[in-house]
C-alpha cells in the first residue's frame, strides 16, 4: 500500500482554496509507463468520489499529459517559449548565486539536473523577469509561475475547469514542495470564486486571493474536513 494526496478546489464564503485528502492505495512498483498507470488508476479508484485527472507525463488522458511542467510553456512577449520547468528552475536564487537566468534555454529534463542548482549552497528566494518571491507562503512563486503559464492556452483551461479533484503520482509530500497537481486545483478554484483574472493582475494580488492557510500551504483534510 502507498499514499498520496489528492487535491480538490473549493471556495469557501468566496475564498479560493485547495483541500489536500491522503488516499491509501495499492502500488504497483517499477518504473515502466504501465505500471505508474496501474497506480493511478488504483489511486483514483481508492479516492472515488469525484472526477479526477492525473496531471503529469503518465497520465493516461491527453489532457493530463499537456499540463504537465515538463509539456508546458511560457510564450514570451518575443515569441519564445521557455520550456515551464526550465523557467522554475531558472528563478532559484541560492546563498552562493543565482538566478541563473541562462537555465531558460536548457530542456526541461537538462533544467532539472543542472549541477549549479545543488553547488550554490541555500535556496533563499524565487526571481523571475525581476520579480522577487519569498520562499513563504511555500508553494507561492510556483503556483503563481504555473497558472500564469497556463492562462495562455485558453483551451486547456477550458477543459481543465470540469474536474473536480487532481493528482500527480509523482508527487511525495515528503520529498518535494511544489506540485503541478496542487496548482492545477488552485486555478480551478480561482476560476469557480471568479477571481482568476484578478489574480494574475500582479504578484501582489494573487497572494492577496489567494488562501494559503495560516501554515502557508495548502489546506489539509482535518482543517477543513466539512467540506469533503
Known sequence: MASRPVFIPVVEQGVPQVITKSVEFEWFPGLAVSQK?????????????????????????????????????????????????????SAKVFAGGGPFTDIQNLSAKEAKREPRLTESGELIAFEFNNKRFPLIPRTYF?????????????????????????TDIEFNPKKSVNCQAYSCALLVALLRAGK?????????????????????????????????
Do not use: M
Not at 496501474?38 to 503529469?56: D, P, T
Not at 504555473?146 to 487532481?166: C, E, H, M, R, W
Not at 489574480?199 to 500551504?217: C, H, M, N, W
Open 37 to 89: 498507470q496501474k497506480s493511478i488508476k488504483s489511486l483514483h479508484k481508492a479516492f472515488g468520489e469525484k472526477r479526477c485527472l492525473e496531471v503529469s507525463t503518465k497520465s493516461e488522458q491527453n489532457l493530463g499529459c499537456q499540463l504537465s511542467a515538463f509539456n508546458l510553456s511560457i510564450k514570451t512577449n518575443s515569441g519564445k517559449k521557455i520550456p515551464l520547468e526550465s523557467a522554475f528552475q
Open 142 to 166: 510556483y503556483d503563481w509561475l504555473y497558472i500564469n503559464t497556463l492562462f495562455q492556452y485558453p483551451d486547456l483551461v477550458g477543459q481543465v475547469k470540469s474536474y473536480d479533484a487532481f
Open 196 to 228: 482568476l483574472e484578478s489574480a494574475l493582475k500582479s504578484k501582489e494580488s494573487f497572494l492577496t486571493i489567494v488562501d494559503y492557510g495560516p501554515e502557508g500551504g495548502e489546506q489539509t483534510q482535518e482543517r477543513q474536513g466539512s467540506l469533503l
